[in-house]
């Protein structure tokens, strides 16, 4: 197995020398219903620093949520995942889930050791067996990637936030192709995610960067740039009298 295939994070961020930052649109059912972040901080061991933030009004099992959540994972200089953490607000409930990766001793093979908290308490701990000690999460599957190559595959293991399951998603880039709704202004890289008989799409520009990627918890991130173009430029949020704000 080539070495970019066996390390996700390798070629996301091979080369990476500068912070990376890009701000998301989360769209459900052709309206904007919140926001996300991407960033990536190199540091100077070679080693780098990802945080992914969603905030937004999504659908779960056909009820509306209100989503806060936020994701942080540092990565060693070998492309490989140390340690994360991943909290969600949703219903009422905070869930939380860290972790670290480790070797284990008999046969050095790899996994990643995982807890799972709702409100403060711990419900279960478990372990990802991986060969390339990486993990992505079911709010923004992919994060980042290298140039886009028809044909190239690739796997890594995403955890559900809301109940720590751990799937793995198999990654497929096909030909470049016009983008959903973009009316013929925007093309990328259509980029599969399958999980099980499941399977989504991200479109992906010439350098790797994420123009729109469908998520599975039921919605649909779109590069702001990209969101302001098909959606129309973000509304400020209106406020009521008591200063707060209107969420529709």
């Given at each position: ?64 949520l209100e989503v806060r959540f936020f994701s942080s994972m540092h990565i060693t200089a070998a492309y490989e995942l140390e340690a ?161 704000a209107d969420k529709d």
């Amino acid at each position: 197995m080539r070495e970019d295939l066996a390390r996700p994070y390798r070629a996301a961020l091979a080369g990476m020398r500068e912070p990376y930052e890009r701000n998301y649109a989360i769209v459900v059912n052709g309206k904007r219903a919140g926001k996300a972040l991407a960033a990536a901080l190199p540091r100077k061991d070679g080693s780098f620093d990802l945080a992914a933030r969603v905030e937004g009004r999504i659908y779960w099992m056909g009820a509306r949520l209100e989503v806060r959540f936020f994701s942080s994972m540092h990565i060693t200089a070998a492309y490989e995942l140390e340690a994360l953490r991943m909290s969600l607000d949703a219903g009422g409930a905070r869930y939380e889930i860290s972790g670290y990766a480790r070797r284990q001793e008999a046969g050095g093979k790899k996994e990643i050791a995982l807890t799972l908290s709702v409100g403060g308490e711990k419900v279960q701990s478990f372990t990802v067996p991986t060969k390339s000690l990486a993990l992505s999460d079911s709010l923004m599957p992919l994060m980042k990637m290298g140039r886009p190559k028809p044909g190239k595959k690739w796997t890594t293991d995403m955890v559900e936030p809301l109940t720590g399951r751990v799937r793995t998603l198999e990654f497929r880039v096909l030909d470049e192709e016009e983008l959903p709704d973009s009316k013929g202004k925007l093309r990328g890289y259509p980029v599969e995610m399958k999980s099980g008989d499941r399977i989504y799409t991200a479109w992906v520009d010439e350098e790797g960067d994420v123009l729109m990627e469908e998520v599975p918890l039921g919605f649909t991130l779109v590069r702001e740039d990209v969101a302001a173009l098909i959606y129309g430029p973000e509304e400020p949020r209106r406020e009521d009298r008591n200063g707060r704000a209107d969420k529709d």
